[in-house]
Nanobody, 120 residues
Framework: QLQAYGGGLVQAGGSLRLSCAASGRTFSSYAMGWFRQAPGKEREFVAGINWSGSRADRAVSVKGRFTISRDDAKNTVNLQMNSLKPEDTAVYYC???????????????WGQGTQVTVSS
């Protein structure tokens, strides 16, 4: 089970740190990803990290602003979001998958989502 938290309301230019805590199993051998879905839009890839942390990718729209990291000792994955923009407003979901991918359908486990709202 995955639990995402850390969302909230922030002004443009501000920062938030999302975390995803895993329970019930160890996700240290899983790839982890963050996805987001804005109202009226499809779910999109934000950032991903493979099981060892040796590879991480970010969507072009967040590159240079968002950083994904994992702490296997705490069974968590984090998304540091800086220089937030109104277009980053969405529900953010964390996910775990047996294979690393940028595609949502490849992930096996999903958290419930946390709302991020960026005001202009």
């Amino acid at each position: 089970q995955l639990q995402a938290y850390g969302g909230g309301l922030v002004q443009a230019g501000g920062s938030l740190r999302l975390s995803c805590a895993a329970s019930g199993r160890t996700f240290s051998s899983y790839a982890m990803g963050w996805f987001r879905q804005a109202p009226g839009k499809e779910r999109e890839f934000v950032a991903g990290i493979n099981w060892s942390g040796s590879r991480a990718d970010r969507a072009v729209s967040v590159k240079g602003r968002f950083t994904i990291s994992r702490d296997d000792a705490k069974n968590t994955v984090n998304l540091q979001m800086n220089s937030l923009k109104p277009e980053d407003t969405a529900v953010y979901y964390c996910a775990a998958g047996a294979r690393y991918s940028l595609v949502a359908e490849m992930y096996d486990y999903w958290g419930q989502g946390t709302q991020v709202t960026v005001s202009s």
